[in-house]
């Protein structure tokens, strides 16, 4: 800043206008290299610095920067040399600011290019690391006993129903067949199962008839009565006999939905009745993926 007297101070005493526009460059050049933006670009050194500073404007278009003092008038030279210190203290704010901004543009700039992209969420409920439906111990259509680590590797559909049931459960299996004829090849990495709420009914044989009706490589399992609700509680499944006419002639109460495990046994994914197979061919590919 001794510099800028001396040079302001020589300029006065000379009174030469031409030694006062070379100072006034001076000024500018070495307030940008105390607040280190010498090499910024003009454009937006104009932009960010105060009128009275720009480099581009001359003294006559900035009509705020204070006339030099002439010699002699001690008060006029101690007043432009605070008006100078504000104007480089505002510089320098300035300058801060810009940095600040441009680095931070930077930053969003680079964050923005490397974010992955999101993970399409599933048409289905999510229900991964749900406490349920671990495991069942059951029988198959063809009488041979099974468990969910069976079928490890595949991707599971599983249902709870019976065959005497009059909408939810055929309107289920219908669309489970639809999905699997919609997967074509990846069919075979799907494995469906339709679990019976009623064994006393639904026997093996039955089983054996109703199930595979709707796709060939669908299996029904069934279990003995307590089996079947050790297995439904599993599940967290309601599930209640409505008395018909006779001891034989009745209806169940039951919750409905399709229970979706991905290829290592993880239970991931619960369907809504009716969800419809262009969300279930959506979830399964994304777990084949």
Same mark, same amino acid.
């Given at each position: ?27 500018? *050049? ?13 454009? +937006? ?20 920067? @204070?006339? $030099? ?8 030279? &101690? ?6 210190? !504000?104007?480089?203290?505002? /510089?320098?704010? !300035? ?11 930077? +930053? ?5 290019? /490397?974010?992955? %992209? ?7 409920? @999510?229900?991964?690391? +749900? ?22 590797? &595949? +991707? ?20 489970? !067949? ?12 799907? %494995?469906? $199962? ?9 026997? %093996?044989?039955?089983?054996? %008839?109703?199930?595979?009706?709707? @796709?060939?490589? *669908? ?71």
């Amino acid at each position: 800043m001794e510099y800028l007297r001396r040079c302001r101070w020589q300029c006065v005493s000379n009174n030469h206008e031409g030694e006062r526009d070379n100072v006034m460059a001076k000024e500018v *050049f070495f307030i940008q290299f105390l607040t280190g933006m010498a090499n910024v670009p003009p454009m +937006i050194m104009k932009f960010a610095m105060p009128v009275s500073l720009s480099p581009t404007l001359s003294r006559r278009e900035a009509p705020l920067l @204070n006339p $030099l003092p002439q010699a002699g008038e001690e008060a006029n030279e &101690k007043s432009s040399l605070q008006s100078l210190r !504000a104007r480089e203290r505002t /510089n320098r704010y !300035a300058s801060f600011t810009l940095k600040l901004l441009l680095v931070s543009l930077v +930053i969003a700039s680079l964050y923005g290019c /490397n974010q992955p %992209q999101a993970v399409q969420p599933f048409k289905s409920t @999510n229900v991964t690391g +749900i406490d349920s439906g671990k495991d069942f111990k059951l029988t198959d259509h063809l009488g041979k006993p099974r468990t969910l680590s069976d079928f490890k590797g &595949k +991707i599971v559909m599983l249902f709870f129903g019976y065959t005497r049931c009059p909408e939810a459960c055929p309107n289920t299996l219908m669309e489970l !067949a639809l999905v699997m004829k919609r997967l074509g090849p990846d069919a075979d990495k799907v %494995q469906v $199962l339709f679990i019976t709420l009623d064994p006393e009914r639904d026997t %093996q044989a039955l089983l054996a %008839q109703y199930v595979p009706a709707f @796709n060939p490589k *669908f299996i029904g399992l069934y279990g003995t009565p307590a089996q079947i609700a050790e297995t439904a509680k599993e599940y967290h499944l309601f599930y209640s006999k409505e008395p018909g006419n006779s001891p034989d002639n009745y209806t169940l109460n039951h919750s409905v939905g399709t229970y979706i495990y991905d290829q290592s046994g993880r239970l991931r994914l619960h369907a809504a009745y009716g969800q419809g197979v262009d969300a279930l061919v959506h979830d399964i590919k994304l777990l084949l993926n």
